[in-house]
């Protein structure tokens, strides 16, 4: 089982990297929030005995919310430069919008390529270890290989959903099953905000494109 303690992610960034070294393979999907019966409070992508614990929450993806700390338009800015040519590439390749990507990327984790969300993505475009094995990417921290994979992935999703982009980023961010199971974006608030975030960073990006892109 795939769980995280939420007491333990708040002591110590370094043991929350080698813990997440360790932990088992999973794909993009919806978490849990529970609560042990002693009061430690824990994110699982797996459902859990409810004699022990107690459902709090089911939320969508965190997204590597450390790597944007302290991050300034400028800055943000110069990190994306560095992954313009590999966003265009890919997107060609998997017929996607590069300025979508680049959002996506934006908001994941603000082009920071060593990126750890607390639940265990990994990179520019925040893979799960099992997303990244099935689409073929052994390093989720060389940039190449993670923005492909991210790429192909979120063009999965928009095949799976007809085009539908605010689906095919839900399903992103919570998985593919939760948005057809509540048959439209999960009423996660993790969810939501990400879909409008991206869209929002999206629409920048269309608007700045005559100017610069990059």
């Known amino acids: 089982m795939n769980h995280t303690n939420y007491s333990f992610l708040a002591s110590s960034s370094l043991c929350l990297g080698l813990l ?6 999973q794909i993009h999907a919806e978490f849990y929030v529970y609560k042990e019966n002693d009061g430690t409070s824990w994110i699982t992508d797996r459902k859990m005995p409810q004699e022990k614990y107690t459902l709090m929450a089911t939320i969508g993806r965190p997204t590597a919310v450390v790597s944007c700390r302290r991050m300034t338009p400028s800055k943000l800015a110069k990190r994306a430069s560095s992954y313009a040519d590999a966003i265009e590439a890919y997107s060609i390749a998997y017929e ?3 300025k979508l990507v680049k959002a996506i990327i934006a908001i994941e984790s603000c082009f920071d390529r060593k990126a750890v969300s607390s639940v265990g993505a990994r990179g520019l475009m925040q893979l799960m270890p099992a997303t990244a ?59 939501k905000g990400y879909v409008k975030k991206v869209l929002k960073r999206y629409a920048n990006y269309v608007t700045k494109s005559s100017t610069a892109a990059y």
């Open 133 to 191: 094995k099935e689409l073929g990417v052994k390093d989720s921290f060389d940039a190449n290989q993670n923005i492909r994979g991210g790429i192909k992935y979120f063009s999965q999703m928009l095949t799976r959903f007809n085009d539908n982009t605010e689906l095919a980023l839900a399903a992103y961010n919570a998985g593919p099953n939760a948005v057809e199971k509540y048959g439209g974006i999960p009423p996660y608030a993790e969810t």
């Open 20 to 25: 997440f070294m360790c932990l088992p393979l």
């Open 96 to 98: 996607v919008d590069p």
